[in-house]
């Protein structure tokens, strides 16, 4: 998600809550940075609201970026929906989202395995996107262009090596 945007809707979601505050909070949660602090944040303001009420304009939850487990799991007790789909999101952003997409396929997109075991349940599991991708697929891209990478870095070493280059490790 690009936070970096200077406009950004202003206003209230469908559930009234304001944006700004939807995306300090989310912000928090993604940064991770005191985690024992937006864990009791989340806790005290879960007494009084849904945290399901804190998605931004592209229908993404507190969930979604979240990478720091004591905090993604906090949010999974608190009841956020893990199986919340984004909707269509507007073009000139830099990380607009594929729609219908979940948390679960943004971990996979980016290869985040703590988050993809913290995420997957048998629900999620076998949903796929506006694309027609389940998570697995992403996951499956991004092992095969590893493999790729990896392939041409040991054809690249192979031939220096034909060439005289040594391996030393000292």
Not at 30 to 52: F, R, W
Request: glycine content about 4%; some cysteine; charged content about 25%.
């Amino acid at each position: 998600m690009d936070l970096s945007k200077k406009e950004h809707k202003q206003g209230k979601n469908q559930f009234g809550v304001e944006f700004y505050d939807i995306r300090t909070l989310h912000a928090q949660c993604m940064l991770g940075k005191n985690p024992k602090a937006v864990i009791e944040k989340l806790n005290h303001l879960s007494k009084t609201t849904d945290l399901n009420h804190y998605v931004n304009e592209y229908n993404m939850n507190l969930i979604f970026f979240t990478r720091n487990p004591q905090i993604l799991e906090a949010l999974i007790t608190l009841g956020v929906n893990l199986n919340q789909k984004t909707n269509n999101q507007n073009h000139e952003y830099t990380d607009y989202a594929t729609p219908a997409a979940t948390s679960l396929h943004y971990a996979a997109m980016n290869s985040w395995f703590d988050v993809i075991k913290l995420l997957t349940n048998d629900e999620n599991m076998n949903k796929t996107d506006g694309d027609g991708f389940s998570p697995w697929a992403y996951l499956k891209e991004n092992i095969d262009d590893e493999k790729s990478k990896l392939q041409k870095m040991e054809n690249f070493l192979l031939s220096m090596t034909n060439k005289g280059a040594k391996i030393i490790k000292s």
